[in-house]
């Protein structure tokens, strides 16, 4: 028998050879206590799962950052194993819009991204403006989505030429976040700022 338990025994067994009255009232107490006691510990179990949904939480948010950094140096590289942070099933739109024209807009699956992916970081004129490429601080959200997605916005640019991303980050089998849906739009500075 515990402590704990055999203090309980030791309380009940003094209440019982008291009187009715006197029982009532110290059962009233006793039971009170045991009340207290044990809403203490669903505080102390409710503060405990919000402590570690938060670190979750926080945990998310910077394996995100961590994705877009990653992104980010082997974008600058050229390195074609940028490809490999985005899902098996991802879709990649791209928009550029054009002063004088209709904004031309392209689609593709992962492989004909990185077919087009690999093209470009082979061309040394187009490699060279890549390690060229200023990046924005990210801003990530949850909002409206499951819990296993999450929403990240920036923006690139190249000189005059400029690029908003959108990305939809999902969790792989593994747990880590890869880029399941992208939208880019690639415009002028000097035309103005990107249509909504």
């Not at 969790?171 to 700022?193: A, C, D, F, M, N």
Request: glycine fraction near 4%; charge should be positive; include cysteine.
């Amino acid at each position: 028998m515990t402590k704990a338990s055999s203090t309980r025994a030791k309380s009940i067994q003094a209440i019982q050879i008291k009187s009715p009255w006197a029982r009532g009232r110290d059962l009233f107490a006793f039971f009170t206590i045991a009340l207290s006691i044990g809403l203490g510990a669903s505080s102390t179990r409710a503060a405990l799962a919000e402590g570690a949904a938060a670190a979750s939480k926080e945990a998310d948010y910077e394996s995100a950052r961590q994705l877009f950094e990653e992104y980010k140096k082997r974008d600058q590289a050229s390195d074609p194993k940028l490809v490999d942070l985005y899902a098996a099933d991802a879709t990649i739109e791209s928009d550029v819009e054009r002063e004088d024209a209709p904004t031309q807009k392209e689609k593709y699956d992962r492989a004909k991204f990185c077919a087009l992916i690999t093209k470009t970081f082979a061309d040394p004129a187009l490699s060279k403006k890549s390690a060229g490429t200023a990046y924005e601080s990210p801003t990530m959200s949850r909002e409206l989505l499951d819990k296993e997605a999450m929403k990240v916005e920036f923006s690139a640019s190249q000189g005059d030429t400029a690029m908003k991303v959108n990305w939809v980050l999902h969790k792989s089998p593994e747990g880590q976040w890869q880029i399941r849906k992208e939208h880019t739009v690639t415009y002028r500075k000097s035309h103005g700022l990107a249509k909504p």
